[in-house]
Nanobody, 122 residues
Framework: QVQLVESGGGSVQTGGSLRLSCAAS????????MAWFRQAAGKEREKVAD???????SYADYVKGRFTISQDNVNNTLYLQMNSLKPEDTAMYYC????????????????WGQGTQVTVSS
């Protein structure tokens, strides 16, 4: 049974930083896709970033240069380092895994975590 458990969310001011973590169990992340999504109140869920085989990454335009996705293969943990946070980054952030590898990015995931809330105040 695949379990994805997020942590690290919280409240910060504009310009602050947070590091989200996602502990994966029952799932081997090597040669596989993992991703971070987010959903703001009243909006659709959107992909923030994904990573394949620990190296290949892709990012949504609105987080490029500010967010970094990475993996720890020893602890089977996915991370999202978020810097220069803006109020529009306020959302529930979800860890996801199991999507297919498509040219340059990962497709729709099969597995989802419960989410961790990020709130950025101005």
């Amino acid at each position: 049974q695949v379990q994805l458990v997020e942590s690290g969310g919280g409240s910060v001011q504009t310009g602050g930083s947070l590091r989200l973590s996602c502990a994966a169990s029952g799932y081997t992340s090597s040669s596989a896709c993992m991703a971070w999504f987010r959903q703001a109140a009243g909006k659709e869920r959107e992909k923030v970033a994904d990573i394949f085989s620990f190296r290949s990454t892709s990012y949504a335009d609105y987080v490029k240069g500010r967010f970094t996705i990475s993996q720890d293969n020893v602890n089977n943990t996915l991370y999202l380092q978020m810097n220069s946070l803006k109020p529009e980054d306020t959302a529930m952030y979800y860890c996801a895994a199991g999507g297919p590898r498509w040219p340059g990015f990962c497709g729709p995931p099969k597995y989802w975590g419960q989410g961790t809330q990020v709130t950025v105040s101005s």
